[in-house]
């Protein structure tokens, strides 16, 4: 194991970095500079070196507008109108999954001009701020058919792209939020902007340059029209600051791959967490956590005043139940109860108690990736990318460690400590080799796989019954011949929406942008049980005919069942029913009729605020008591209730 290290640190002093390894970098990760801060988990302050990302992603879509722009693009829409529904596209999907991110729309390239520093042919269609329905609304007007661009805003040959980017520094500079990444997505068509002014080609370069020395990353998002070439090596390479071996994926010649691209890039890759992974005694290099899979919820509501609708804050506050005293986190201690005692701890022990080690993780050793069954995860694994902020010189040290993991089918089995104050687990991390698509653009990052593994205190042994009938050589042939059919060709989980957050988001952003009815979308997690009948038919009767006896119908079966249940449910149902109407005549419903609350009770109660703790049913029996007619609402019982006790205090 040294001796693999060993070979590896020699391959990190070389300084040798390859391109796919630009992933954490170009996706917005947080890195302590000017975007993050640093915040120490441990209180002791012992060594930590991880710390949470704090602030928010700031993106400016920087679309060019020169006339070469407003030629037409994949259908009957121009290079501009793509990119302003691909930007669209994107306030649409952050206004539900990050809408406190910032985002601004900047123009160069046109004959108008609006921002502060009078820059001319730059225009700010939008400054950085959160997505909102306003925003949404001026997009979808400038997309509206018979809009003209070049009346409202115009076409312009005549640019600097070097005052482009002056203006997106000045938007960075004047944003009040903190924010944790700041990047500028470069949109055009063109490969060599200023090819007659090499003077204005240095000073967007210097520009450019200046802006990556203050902590802002740019993206290039390259488009062409069908049969048309983009080279990004003659001139935006050096203006992104992109490696010399960098790969660049084809231009994008339809919508689709350039809105694929724009998702890609406009998201934050923000790491849950940077820690040092220790490889052997004296070699540590630093890894960001990233988690690539997390369920989707729909956002929680906030309480607002009825009055004001002015959020509503909440604030906790704990009291001694014995003397009812307002009590502080100093007056307060924990306890376990363990055999009756109740073992109380000072929250200086409890701390010390949960601290196993510092954060980070620690090499074990290797083992085939065979032994690592699907029953083993215990949680949603973690992604790991290699993090030079933390150690330089991890790339080239963690690409050979995945080198070599995946040519040998091999896991390493780690000790994972996340923050401190976790508890230590065993990961085992699974190498994950880069893959892209036929136009050369990432698909799969290069990577590994933290997969939780389980301690023996979690493994759960199942009897099962050794007796079970096992099937006949007819059934599993009718049996396979059906499950052969309906395998999947061509599945993949991101072809599938949740179509609950669908219908809900859908339904929120109608009554956000006015709109008359939520757009439609369709479900597909509703199978076509027509197609499939057509398809499938005879392979799920020959299946049914083996398995079930002779005249079995499913149908019928269910609908026996249901009745069956039906019937048994009656008598509960009438019981209930009975003991609902509270008459007070014995019968069915006597044994369960609310408990008599006389008048005086009743009274008292009312005087003490308590009346409306009582049953609609009891209500009823205290207004007839008061030789009143019920009515049938609880709030207008409690007003009969009141206007009774009020008229004979």
Not at 330 to 351: D, L, P
Request: glycine residues 8%.
């Amino acid at each position: 194991r040294k001796q693999v290290f060993k070979m590896a640190a020699a391959t990190a002093s070389s300084g040798s970095f390859g391109s796919a390894w630009e992933w954490g970098r170009s996706g917005g990760d947080d890195d302590d500079g000017e975007g993050g801060e640093r915040e120490e988990a441990d209180d002791e302050g012992e060594g930590d070196k991880t710390w949470l990302p704090s602030g928010k992603d700031c993106v400016i879509f920087l679309i060019d507008c020169t006339p070469a722009m407003n030629a037409l693009f994949d259908g009957d829409q121009t290079f501009i109108m793509r990119c302003l529904k691909a930007a669209h596209n994107t306030l649409l999907e952050k206004i539900i999954g990050s809408d406190k991110d910032l985002v601004g729309i900047v123009f160069y390239g046109t004959e108008q001009k609006k921002n502060p520093g009078d820059f001319n042919n730059v225009y700010i269609l939008q400054e950085l701020g959160m997505p909102d329905a306003k925003r949404i609304k001026e997009l979808e007007t400038i997309l509206e058919a018979g809009f003209d661009f070049g009346t409202t805003y115009g076409h312009s040959a005549a640019y600097s792209l070097s005052d482009a980017l002056w203006a997106c520094s000045n938007m960075f500079a004047n944003a009040r939020e903190k924010t944790a990444t700041k990047r500028v997505m470069i949109f055009t068509n063109n490969d060599y902007p200023h090819a007659d002014t090499p003077a204005a080609q240095r000073q967007a370069l210097t520009k450019a340059g200046d802006l990556r020395d203050v902590g802002i990353d740019m993206d290039l998002l390259h488009m062409s029209a069908p049969g048309a070439r983009f080279d990004p090596r003659r001139f935006f390479a050096a203006l992104i600051g992109a490696q010399e071996e960098t790969e660049y994926p084809e231009s994008a010649a339809g919508f689709e791959t350039l809105l694929a691209r724009v998702r890609t890039k406009a998201y934050k890759k923000r790491s849950l967490m940077k820690i040092p992974f220790t490889l052997c005694e004296g070699m540590e290099i630093g890894v960001s956590v990233y988690s690539l899979v997390a369920e989707a919820k729909k956002g929680a509501y906030q309480w607002l005043d009825k009055s004001t609708n002015a959020e509503v804050a909440t604030k906790t506050r704990y009291y001694c139940a014995a003397t009812d005293q307002l009590l502080l986190p100093a007056n307060m201690k924990s306890y376990i109860e363990y055999g009756g005692e109740k073992v109380v701890f000072e929250k200086e022990e409890v701390t010390q108690i949960k601290k196993f080690d510092n954060p980070g993780l620690v090499l074990m050793g290797f083992k085939p990736q065979a032994r690592l069954k699907r029953h083993f995860n215990v949680k949603n694994s973690l992604f790991l990318y290699p993090d030079e902020t933390v150690v330089t010189g991890s790339t080239a040290v963690f690409a050979t460690l995945l080198d070599r993991l995946a040519a040998r089918d091999l896991v390493a089995v780690c000790r994972l400590i996340p923050r401190a104050g976790s508890e230590p687990r065993f990961v085992a991390l699974l190498p994950q080799k880069e893959q892209v698509d036929a136009t050369g653009a990432q698909i799969t990052p290069p990577g590994l796989h933290a997969i939780f593994l389980p301690y023996a205190d979690d493994m759960r042994k199942i009897a099962c019954d050794r007796g079970m009938p096992r099937a006949n050589e007819e059934q599993r042939e009718k049996v396979g011949k059906l499950v052969s059919k309906l395998t999947f060709a061509d599945f993949s989980l991101d072809q599938f929406e949740n179509p609950s957050l669908q219908k809900h988001y859908r339904n929120l952003e109608a009554l956000a942008l006015d709109r008359d009815a939520p757009e439609d979308f369709e479900d597909f997690t509703v199978p076509n049980i027509e197609e499939m009948t057509r398809q499938f038919g005879k392979y799920t009767a020959a299946a049914r005919d083996a398995l079930f006896p002779p005249g079995y119908d499913p149908a019928a079966a269910g609908s026996k069942k249901k009745k069956a249940a039906t019937t048994a449910r009656k008598p509960a149902a009438k019981r209930t029913k009975a003991a609902a109407a509270g008459d007070g005549d014995g019968g069915e419903g006597e044994a369960d009729a609310p408990p008599a609350v006389t008048l005086e009770a009743a009274k008292t109660m009312w005087t003490q605020d308590k009346l409306p703790k009582l049953t609609v049913p009891v209500l009823k029996e205290l207004v007839k008591a008061a030789k009143l007619k019920p009515k049938t609402r609880k709030p207008e019982l409690l007003e009969q209730l009141e206007g009774y006790f009020t008229a004979t205090s």
